[in-house]
């Protein structure tokens, strides 16, 4: 990337500082500190090895979420940081100089669609699958298989500004915005995981609601049977956001 290319990066850096706002009291923000630093890395990178090094904290960042919860979000930087140093290899085994082998290609490919694949089901696809086209290119830079073009950072460049105008629904209950802001925050491994911790527990208790992905459906049973859903469905929530236990 030239100069100019990691100046104007910089720019992208403001619907970083908006997420992180919009963010408090969210578990999200430990996996968003991860992408602020893979961004940080991408306006600098000018060599092959931080290109790599860009590379790598972003995988860091989509694996950060998937341990983003109470209690454990924080000592799940300990396990992410394992995973950037092993990912760190080829730089650490050269003293600084990039050796890549095939292997170490295969291995930061498959973090990377596991971690960014996570998002492709949520309304962040587009900003996703442009992210995933930026990575899958420069992996093919950093491993010599094709050179870079001159204006392709504006690729990476649309990554933030298309997430930037993902907005929920205006017209969505307390309950159920917090739910979309959840499913499309920590995308479809988490919101899976809860959605379906959710319709056992409901269930069991006969609440007659189920979680779908837009929010929770009924039938309800009765008013008591409503507000006991969405306290359940706080109570799961709470874990991740602060936010999400306190009735708005």
């Given at each position: 990337m030239s100069p100019t290319w990691n100046l104007l990066l910089l720019l992208g850096f403001y619907?970083?500082?908006v997420a992180w706002r919009s963010c408090a009291g969210s578990t999200i923000r430990h996996a968003l500190?991860?992408?602020?630093?893979?961004?940080?890395c991408w306006c600098i990178a000018l060599s092959p090895e931080w290109r790599y090094l860009a590379l790598c904290v972003t995988a860091c960042a989509g694996i950060a979420v998937l341990g983003a919860r109470r209690p454990g979000a924080g000592a799940w930087h300990f396990v992410v940081?394992?995973?950037?140093?092993?990912?760190?290899?080829?730089?650490?085994m050269g003293l600084g100089e990039l050796r890549l082998q095939r292997e170490h290609v295969w291995f930061l490919g498959a973090v990377l669609f596991v971690s960014l694949g996570n998002y492709l089901p949520t309304r962040y696809f587009l900003p996703?699958?442009?992210l995933m086209t930026w990575c899958a290119l420069q992996v093919a830079v950093v491993s010599g298989a094709r050179t870079p073009l001159a204006a392709e950072p504006l690729l990476l460049l649309s990554v933030p500004l298309t997430s930037w105008l993902v907005r929920p629904p205006a017209r969505l209950s307390p309950i159920d915005r917090a739910w979309w802001l959840f499913r499309h925050r920590f995308g479809f491994l988490w919101s899976e995981r809860m959605r379906d911790q959710f319709n056992r527990a409901a269930l069991n208790a006969n609440l007659g609601a189920t979680l779908g992905r837009a929010g929770l459906v009924g039938p309800l049973l009765?008013?008591?049977?409503?507000?006991?859903?969405?306290?359940?469905?706080?109570?799961l929530l709470g874990r991740f956001?602060?936010?999400?236990?306190?009735e708005e």
């Amino acid at each position: 990337m030239s100069p100019t290319w990691n100046l104007l990066l910089l720019l992208g850096f403001y619907p970083f500082f908006v997420a992180w706002r919009s963010c408090a009291g969210s578990t999200i923000r430990h996996a968003l500190a991860w992408a602020i630093v893979a961004w940080a890395c991408w306006c600098i990178a000018l060599s092959p090895e931080w290109r790599y090094l860009a590379l790598c904290v972003t995988a860091c960042a989509g694996i950060a979420v998937l341990g983003a919860r109470r209690p454990g979000a924080g000592a799940w930087h300990f396990v992410v940081s394992g995973l950037l140093l092993t990912l760190l290899l080829p730089i650490l085994m050269g003293l600084g100089e990039l050796r890549l082998q095939r292997e170490h290609v295969w291995f930061l490919g498959a973090v990377l669609f596991v971690s960014l694949g996570n998002y492709l089901p949520t309304r962040y696809f587009l900003p996703t699958a442009l992210l995933m086209t930026w990575c899958a290119l420069q992996v093919a830079v950093v491993s010599g298989a094709r050179t870079p073009l001159a204006a392709e950072p504006l690729l990476l460049l649309s990554v933030p500004l298309t997430s930037w105008l993902v907005r929920p629904p205006a017209r969505l209950s307390p309950i159920d915005r917090a739910w979309w802001l959840f499913r499309h925050r920590f995308g479809f491994l988490w919101s899976e995981r809860m959605r379906d911790q959710f319709n056992r527990a409901a269930l069991n208790a006969n609440l007659g609601a189920t979680l779908g992905r837009a929010g929770l459906v009924g039938p309800l049973l009765d008013e008591t049977a409503s507000k006991r859903a969405e306290s359940l469905l706080r109570a799961l929530l709470g874990r991740f956001d602060t936010t999400s236990t306190s009735e708005e």
